[in-house]
């Protein structure tokens, strides 16, 4: 099995910046992609950014420019800055990671507990 624990939330002022880290471990075989999801009240979990094990990324236009997503391999640890902070941006930010643990037979879908983040004046 796979534990992610994930920081870094809170409140801040528009045109602020946070940092959100989300930490993997358990008995991990290998770590494909690494992501950010995000959940505001009443609408649909969306995509925030994504980072594959070659290196790729990717961003939502609503983010691109302002979010930069970011693993560090020894840790197992993905983290998303947030810069230029919107009201917007106020949701429950979700780490997802797609991970082989031992036990299993090929990469599953693992989600930490969510971080709520605030953006307000």
């Known amino acids: 099995q796979v534990q992610l624990v994930e920081s870094g939330g809170g409140l801040m002022q528009p045109g602020g910046s946070l940092r959100l880290s989300c930490a993997a471990s358990?008995?991990?075989?290998?770590?494909?992609?690494m992501g950010w999801y995000r959940q505001a009240p009443g609408k649909q979990r969306e995509l925030v950014a994504t980072?594959?094990?070659?290196?790729?990324?990717y961003y939502p236009d609503s983010v691109k420019g302002r979010f930069t997503i970011s693993r560090d391999n020894a840790k197992n640890t993905v983290y998303l800055q947030m810069n230029s902070l919107k009201p917007e941006d106020t949701a429950v930010y979700y780490c997802?990671?797609?991970?082989?643990?031992?036990?299993?037979?090929?990469?599953?879908?693992?989600w930490g507990q969510g971080t709520q983040v605030t953006v307000s004046s």
């Open positions: 997802n990671v797609l991970a082989w643990a031992f036990g299993s037979s090929s990469y599953d879908d693992y």
């Open positions: 358990g008995s991990i075989i290998s770590i494909n992609a």
């Open positions: 980072l594959t094990s070659g290196g790729s990324t």
